[in-house]
């Protein structure tokens, strides 16, 4: 099965996909759908997310076998630490290598419930992502990311803390970052720059969401942490009441972010779909990432 970084290694830019997990059949309907239009365009690769606070765990099990074994898609299974033991841990990393997965994005997880509370890590289990990463490694041949943070992680004392311990987590082997979402091209840049500057070179992939609506523009200021910039805000506002030029706006909006970390040699855009493919399409369509046969 083939991993990740070996999928980055070409010369032209490529996308990835991320889904999360079905909560019941309709959503699955609705996860293969997607899948299945986006297959014909060869994503790089695709991940499913691991249920927050634990939830949804064995959905996510399913839909990575599913991915592993039915379609032509490389797969990469997220994981994280929340109320699991390192025998639990094992178990859950040993099935993923047995249905076939090599990639695995290794996190630390938030907390059930609120994900600002205390972090409490499981008795017999691990506290921060970067053990995770060296346990995954000790159990196989596999290809492990981890996320990282353009504007820091919210529990992060300082971007200088932020980087530290991200470059810990390369230290302990994980291969290559996916950033968590942001405004400006120069936002994921500097993140690069601060990894670089620590001496790692490790690739770094930027984390994109297509803004179709108001209520994806108000995901990507919680999930990044970040208010949005001014400029931004005078392009999509106006636009609150019209869902047709919002959407059009968003995604011109995204294409530009998009042609610009291309430009800037970024090996791939990492998509938050939704679970839907429509908008990823059409970006990947517009910066001509689509093989020709799509
Ligand atoms: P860590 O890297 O462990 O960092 C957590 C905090 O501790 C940071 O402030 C960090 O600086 C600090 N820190 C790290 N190491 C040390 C150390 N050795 N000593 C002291 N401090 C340290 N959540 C899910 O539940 N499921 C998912 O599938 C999922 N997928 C994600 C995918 C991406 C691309 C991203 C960006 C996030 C994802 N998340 C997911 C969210 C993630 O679990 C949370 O952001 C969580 O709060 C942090 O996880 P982490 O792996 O970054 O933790």
């Not at 993923?96 to 996190?107: D, S, W």
């Not at 630390?108 to 691990?126: A, F, M, S, T």
Request: glycine share 8%.
């Amino acid at each position: 099965m083939t991993s990740v970084v070996e999928r980055l290694r070409g010369d032209a830019p490529v996308f990835s996909v991320e889904f999360f997990p079905p909560r019941d059949l309709a959503d699955e309907a609705v996860l293969w759908r997607a899948i299945r239009e986006l297959e014909p365009f060869d994503p790089a690769y695709m991940s499913i997310t691991y249920g927050a606070g634990g939830s949804s765990r064995d959905g996510t099990i399913r839909s990575i076998a599913r991915v592993a074994t039915e379609t032509t898609l490389v797969p990469m299974a997220h994981l994280t630490a929340v109320n699991h033991s390192v025998a639990e841990l094992r178990n859950v990393i040993g099935w993923y290598a047995a249905v076939g997965v090599r990639n695995i994005l290794a996190l630390r997880g938030d907390p059930p419930g609120d994900v600002y509370g205390e972090w409490v890590p499981h008795p017999e289990g691990l506290t921060y992502a970067e053990e995770l990463v060296e346990l995954v490694r000790s159990l196989g041949d596999f290809c492990v990311g981890v996320s990282a943070f353009p504007y820091g992680h919210p529990r992060s004392a300082d971007l200088d803390e932020d980087t530290k311990y991200l470059v810990r987590k390369f230290k302990a082997g994980a291969d290559f970052g996916i950033a968590q979402l942001f405004f400006a091209p120069e936002d994921f840049l500097r993140l690069r720059d601060r990894v670089a500057a620590a001496g790692c070179d490790k690739l770094l992939i930027p984390g994109v969401m297509p803004l179709t609506t108001p209520r994806t523009l108000r995901t990507t200021v919680r999930l990044s942490g970040a208010p949005a910039p001014k400029k931004l805000l005078e392009r999509l506002e106006p636009l609150e009441d019209d869902p047709a030029a919002f959407r059009a706006e968003g995604i011109d909006v995204v294409t530009e972010l998009c042609e610009r970390l291309i430009a800037e040699g970024v090996p791939d855009l990492h998509f938050y779909t939704f679970n839907r493919s429509k908008a990823t399409r059409e970006v990947i369509r517009r910066l001509g990432l689509v093989p020709a046969r799509a």
